[in-house]
């Protein structure tokens, strides 16, 4: 059932998930389009989401997106006023002032991930959610997640200090599947639906923003997304028995890297269960300083890294 419609405002609009957007000439969504976007939330029962670029809007399209309750997800260097920030390259930590009630999101490719740790680790001191997007994940091999293992660990001994100081800052590649019980992806084409400036339907801004994507509609001709079970948790056969809850199970990294909606990578799957393992140590690591989460469900321990090597045969 749909719930989220994410409206695209530009063609640049910032990206907060794996891919980058290689569309770099500006085109603004037509204010027409956009109120049309709008009600068509509304008479939908959609929320709304609208995605920023880097620049400032004119007047007109701030008065218009006022009329709707909504999210704003929008660029660092245009943060003001927005809900979800993106922090996307450099990141000068200490000089780092966050905002009250804002979710920061900070994409980075594996390597400064590896190398950033302190760096992360230094602003969950200040912010109270960070979710870390790594934008070459399909890109792993075997050292990359003995690196990725050795950098969660990290991680979450920076985590365990923190909560055992009075603080509660939430990583989501950490704290969510301690927190969660049951699946928590994205949702693209199942919960979520996002209209681009062209005035069409996307699985996701991915499916508009990067090469190889395609319509599933428009706001004249309606929404047309064929094979819709497809991206319903329920057939997709390894994810729906899966524990690894905190996992994005990102419909466009599927598609790029399997050729298949509903069927993560290797790459994708070990990630997330190497997430969740680390997870799991730091609840044991946090429950010998006292009371955490008493009522969260134990997370077991598992001797897999990949669910397809555990796979049962048909």
Known sequence: MMQYLLILLDDTSVSFCHNGNERKQRRPMPLEMLKDGILYGMKENLNIQFVYPGYELPAAYHETIETIDHTKIKPAALAAGADIVVLDGALGVDAFV????????LRWSKEKLFGGVPSISRLLEKVARLNVVITDVETF????????REALAELSGGLERLYVAG?????????DRVM???MNHCGAGDTSITLAPDGRFYVCPAFYQSAGGYAVGSLTAGLDLRNAQLYKLDHAPLCRICDAFQCRRCVWLNRKTTLEVNTPSHEQCVVAHLERNAARELMLNIRRHGMFLPGAEEIKKIDYLDPFEVRKVW
């Open 167 to 175: 603080k509660n800052p939430q990583l989501n590649l950490l704290t």
């Open 141 to 148: 091999d075997d050292d990359d997640f003995n690196k990725y």
């Open 98 to 105: 966050p905002a009250d009630g804002v979710v920061y999101v």
């Open 180 to 182: 969660l019980t049951g």
